[in-house]
């Protein structure tokens, strides 16, 4: 009974994972400028990763499997949003205004330093 | 269910070699290349070679972004796009082409057991792993003891590569700048990276150690180690500072690092001969066959391991040296 | 059955198609960046040419579980051997890459043509 | 169930990789690496498991860790460009 | 296991682990000593290998104790001694004569990362001959190819540079196609092995994949040997190299790569592939008459004295394709002979140079007059080298000369043409070694040159004689090279164990 719940508890955490990855990606490819794209992506590295994770440790029970899966959870949290962060500092520094309401950014071309 | 996984896989591959052939701004380029040795780690693992596609991650990801980039950083980012018909190019290319996927029609299908390749040799490593070392990852027996000498090639390869950059970027560039050449901040005014990173430096090195010495039971071994052990100090020198980086470890340890590995290899070897048994054969250096041989491999792994991770900082550390230079 | 037939081939198309990929590069492109970028695109094929010829139908990585009876592995060696191919790719970059420094230092540009023309 | 999270990922795969096809400025390029990176960690992990050898999972902690250093990389190398252009602007 | 079965493992291992030790010996002149000791020392081996063969016993050796198929297996025959002689002698008598030379090219804190990238060059060289596994073929291929483009970066000039990248580059691709080449063969028939490949490759029924593998490991190695139409890396590669890395690598360099593809002819698709000789033969002959002719006219007219050495150079790789295209046992003993003819021939002739350059900085014919009075003992050297590169009877070039033409006139019809090829160059090569013998003797020396006697430093000096007598030495008693190819073309082609 117990294991039933497991898993049906396991799936769902993994079936809406799977639904945070896709909409972290699609929301990648069609927001109009960068500063909305890095939302996306940083939802995608968090939530999704936090929810695929956690079902998968759900599976494996207690085992080596799960010290590993959570270690790697551990460091995809932490490294994500410091890379995310880093890379939007970088873009502001170098002039990439983020957009106030026009929507479209004024340096969208391609040779931006 | 693997064919689709592989389909997918493989055409995103094609898509992005055609994609990194196309572009003009050699930094898309590189950063495509990254993507490029992603998805090759991604294809290995789904085709069963664990230890191939740890390489791939450790030194595609890493080293080879960062070396791209520095030499992005002391040549110029741009290509000059060449006019012109590329139809000669585009021919011999495309026969070329054609005359492979002719050929592929004959060669055994993906996977089927058949194949020669699974009949002669194979099976008999498989068969005796367990017998003559009795160590889990057959991978890391092959590739210690089976076939040892390769693996000693392979240390001198790294070793040439090693000493090469050395040698070439040893002179010093004609224009010396006037400015005395400052120190390279790395990400200072970045403070959350720094932080961060302080963090997780520690954590790489002793995930470096941990494949280095678990080399015989799960994927891992000297190469892997070596790679993620260069790339963690990498990533400090990236957030202290090159100079930084290199009071934590001198060039002098590097170079001892290198020689040391590489001769550490070849010493085990020397002494297996002076013990009565062939060059590189481990089992005459214990009482037991068989841990002699578990013996021969862990510390000719350590001796790979210091190599290949002595050269990848030392090859790091000449290209970034030059970059403040200039 | 057909398509499952050609799907076997998959792999020695992509092989096939990726290595003329970049032996198009280095014989095309005239920045000697991009001339290496295509030599190692030229070397990632002969990878995955070895590496498909490991794969069994249902093998593991040949990792021996000491649990599992009579398991399928998949073949070790030509794994080995692309151990080794990584590793001699990444040095001869790495070697490639210094010697491209240098001549931009001496020659101030890196394009083929305009080396060819200054001496 | 693993068959669709993993065909999920690879979806998120291509979206990523159109991005860093089109993307108009460096910085979605750069971006579109990160969440490629990222996924691949996910797709091996999961995959790991379809295959039910969790033991492979080491891959997947070391991408984890090395994805990182290849984006600061890139940092460093556009923060050095940018100082040596206000370099070049002021002498 | 006693020390003499230890050897073909000492062979390689004694240069390749003296390299890492060189690299700490920072004070200058130690490097140079640590290299020319472990040179010697690996010549000698290469002796006591020949010694060996000579009367009767091919050493195999089981590397790490794994029997063949399974592990690596090193095997020492007649064809492998002879190269070994060949490339370790080079490169012993090269780096003999290196002090003085390279004291003025490479500043002194680079000279051990010189000396450690010559020895791995030399190690990785020894590790292709001695090896009988086809993927440990290609490791010390890389070795050797890595260290010949660190040792040809080390050129004094700026145009070193592109030249060596050139090198690399194609250097690489002719590797990788040797891989996919090896990779295809493996892939049908399981083993690494060459004599296993050799045993196992008959009962392959799917041909497509081998005749595949062939072309790919045939234009893989003619790459790497600069065969006439892929040889465009070779002449600037050498002309702008350190003058005693241009004496080593010319001597020995594309021999090896030449020694390869013979033996994975003929051992492995020769006589299990059909009518494979044929196409051996289309492939290789017209090539090689092709490089021969065309090389020897390009060097005819050629300025700069080390471009147009290395230009002959070219032609003679294609006599040495030539004789290996007749795919008989003549033709296999005449190529074997002229390998290791043409080593010492060119051999010499580089070190000349490497004299003539101390007292001549610009080394382009015109500008050499008067070097005859200045420099009397290097220009008979030169001269001496330069008769036995043309074949004149009494210099070993006469030898290989006259068992290629005997080899040409066996192989049937075509045998008059080729003859007539052969003696046509040989004259073209007298008219590029008279152009040499011009400038040095009767051009009368630039205005402001010093006509004082200064010779070359004495140690460059008698390497380079010791050389030229050599040349005339296995002139008049080739026995010993003799028996070494005459066995090597038995085992080749005559299919004798």
């Known amino acids: 009974m117990i294991e039933l719940a497991l898993d049906v508890v396991s799936w769902v955490l993994l079936a809406v994972g799977g639904a945070c990855v896709l909409i972290g990606g699609i929301g990648g490819l069609r927001l109009p400028n960068f500063y909305t794209r890095i939302h996306a992506a940083s939802l995608t590295d968090t939530m999704a990763t936090l929810l695929i994770f956690v079902g998968m440790m759900l599976q494996s029970g207690l085992s080596l499997a799960t010290l590993k899966l959570f270690a790697i959870m551990l460091f995809l949290l932490l490294t994500g949003p410091t890379a995310t962060y880093a890379l939007a500092n970088a873009a502001l520094l170098s002039g990439l205004k983020p957009e106030g309401d026009t929507g479209q950014s004024k340096h969208g071309e391609n040779t931006q330093p | 269910m693997i064919y689709v996984f592989a389909l997918f896989l493989l055409t995103l591959l094609v898509i992005t070699a055609v994609a990194i052939v196309r572009t003009e701004n050699l930094f898309v380029a590189v950063m495509l290349t990254s993507i490029f040795s992603l998805l090759m780690a991604a294809n290995f693992f789904i085709l069963d070679a664990a230890d191939v596609a740890l390489t791939e991650a450790a030194v595609g990801a890493g080293v080879t972004t960062v070396i791209f980039l520095s030499a992005l950083a002391l040549t110029g980012d741009w290509e000059k796009p060449r006019p012109g018909g590329r139809t000669v190019a585009l021919g011999t290319v495309g026969v070329l082409a054609m005359l492979l996927i002719y050929a592929s029609f004959d060669k055994p299908r993906l996977g089927d057991p058949e194949a020669p390749v699974h009949q002669h040799v194979a ?117 202290e500072g090159e100079a930084e980086a290199l009071r934590a470890v001198p060039r002098s340890v590097l170079l001892a690092l290198v020689v040391g590995g590489a001769l550490l290899y070849g010493a085990v070897g020397v002494v297996c001969m002076l013990k009565g048994g062939a060059f590189l054969d481990y089992s005459v250096l214990a009482a037991d066959p068989v841990f002699g041989q578990q013996l021969g491999i862990l510390v000719i792994e350590a001796g790979v391991g210091m190599a290949v991770c002595g050269a990848l900082l030392s090859i790091f550390h000449a290209f970034a040296a030059r970059e403040s230079m200039t | 059955m057909k398509l499952l037939e050609l799907l076997g081939y998959y792999n020695y198309w992509v092989f096939a198609v990726v290595l003329t990929v970049g032996l198009y590069a280095v014989i095309r492109k005239r920045n000697l960046i991009k001339k290496l970028i295509g030599l190692s695109i030229f070397q990632s094929a002969v990878f995955l040419l070895y590496i498909t010829m490991d794969k069994v139908e249902g093998g593991t990585a040949p990792i021996i579980q000491k649990g599992v009876p009579d398991q399928v592995f998949s073949n070790p060696l030509p794994q080995v051997l692309i151990l080794t191919a990584i590793v001699v790719g990444v040095s001869t970059l790495a070697l490639g890459l210094a010697m491209v420094v240098r001549i931009k230092e001496s020659y101030g540009t890196i394009e083929e043509h305009e080396i060819l023309g200054a001496d | 169930m693993y068959i669709v999270v993993s065909i999920a990922i690879l979806v998120t795969m291509v979206l990523a990789l159109v991005r860093a096809l089109l993307g108009p400025t460096v910085y979605d390029r750069v971006l579109a690496v990160n969440v490629f990176g990222t996924k691949t960690v996910l797709l091996l992990s999961v995959i790991a498991f379809l295959y039910g050898r969790p033991d492979f999972l080491d891959l997947a902690l070391a991408y984890a860790l090395i994805n990182v250093v290849g984006i600061l990389a890139v940092l460093e190398f556009f923060q050095d460009r940018f100082r040596k252009q206000e370099r070049v602007d002021s002498d | 296991m006693t020390f003499m079965e230890h050897l073909p493992a000492l062979q390689v291992v004694v240069p390749m682990l003296s390299a890492p030790l060189i690299v700490l010996l920072q004070p200058r002149g130690l490097a140079w000593a640590g290299a020319t000791a472990a040179g010697l020392a690996s010549f000698a081996i290469a002796i006591a290998l020949a010694m060996a063969v000579l009367d009767g016993q091919t050493q195999v050796y089981a590397m790490g104790g794994w029997a063949a198929p399974y592990g690596i297996a090193l095997e020492v025959d007649a064809f492998s001694a002879l190269v070994l002689l060949l490339v370790t002698g080079a490169g012993a008598a090269a ?67 592109p030249a060596v990248f050139k090198y690399l580059i194609m250097g690489t691709i002719g590797a990788t196609f040797y891989l996919i080449g090896v990779g295809l063969i493996y892939m049908m028939t399981g083993t690494l092995n060459l004599a296993d490949m050799q045993a196992r490759i008959g009962d392959v029924v799917a041909l497509n994949p081998i005749l595949v593998a062939a072309g790919f490991i045939t234009i893989g190695l003619a790459l790497k040997a600069a065969v006439f139409p892929l040889h465009v890396w070779l002449p600037n590669a050498y002309t702008h190299a350190p003058h005693m890395v241009t004496v080593f690598l010319a001597a020995c360099a594309t021999k090896v790569a030449l020694y390869v593809l013979i033996r994975f002819d003929s051992m492995v698709f020769q006589d299990r592939l059909s009518d494979h000789e044929f196409q051996f033969t289309l492939f290789a002959l017209p090539l090689a008459v092709l490089g021969i002719l065309v090389a020897s006219s390009v060097a005819m007219f050629e300025g700069h004295l080390k471009r147009l050495l290395a230009t002959s150079s070219v032609a003679q790789i294609g006599y040495i394709l030539l004789g290996a295209s007749f795919v008989s046992e003549a033709g296999i003993t005449a190529s074997a002979m002229h390998m290791f003819n043409h080593a010492l021939a060119k051999g010499g002739l580089f070190l000349a140079v490497a004299c003539l350059a101390f007292h001549f900085r610009d080394l382009r014919l015109s500008e050499l007059g008067g070097a005859a009075r200045r420099m009397p003992l290097t220009c008979a050297a030169l001269v001496v080298c330069g008769l036995s590169l043309i074949g004149v009877p009494g210099t070993a070039g006469f030898i290989s000369k006259w068992l290629l033409i005997t080899a040409a006139l066996e192989s049937g019809l075509w045998g008059w043409s080729l003859v007539a090829v052969i003696l046509v160059s040989s004259l073209m090569a007298v008219v590029y070694i008279w152009r040499i013998v011009e400038a040095l003797y009767f051009q009368q020396a630039s205005a402001e040159g010093d006509t004082s006697f200064a010779e070359a430093p004495l140690q460059l000096l008698l390497v380079t004689w010791a050389v030229a007598l050599l040349n005339i030495f296995f002139g008049l008693f080739p026995h010993l090279p003799l028996a070494l190819a005459n066995g090597s073309a038995a085992l080749l082609v005559g299919g004798a164990p």
């Open chain 5, 95 to 161: 780096l003999l004569a290196a002090r003085v030379s390279v004291d003025r090219q490479i500043e002194p804190e680079r000279q051990p990362l010189f000396y450690a990238a010559w020895l791995l060059g030399l190690a990785g060289l020894a590790g292709i001959v001695v090896s009988a596994d086809a993927f440990n073929i290609f490791v010390f291929m890389e070795i050797s190819s890595l260290a010949s483009y660190i040792l040809i970066a080390g050129g004094p000039d700026r145009r070193a540079l």
């Open chain 2, 123 to 239: 099976p008999w490593y498989l068969e005796k792993t367990p017998e003559y070392m009795d160590i889990p990852n057959v991978v890391t027996a092959i590739l210690s003891s089976f076939r040892g000498y390769d693996t000693l090639g392979e240390v001198f390869v790294v070793f040439a590569a090693c000493i090469g950059v050395l040698f070439i970027l040893g002179v010093k560039p004609a224009r010396q700048t006037a400015a005395a050449p400052q120190p390279v901040s790395g990400l200072r005014h970045h403070l959350i990276p720094q932080v961060v990173g302080r963090l997780l430096v520690p954590f790489i090195v002793l995930f470096g150690l941990y494949v280095q010495f678990h080399g015989e039971y799960g994927p891992g071994g000297g190469f892997q180690a070596g790679a993620i052990i260069a790339t963690g100090v990498i990533l400090y020198a990236l957030l």
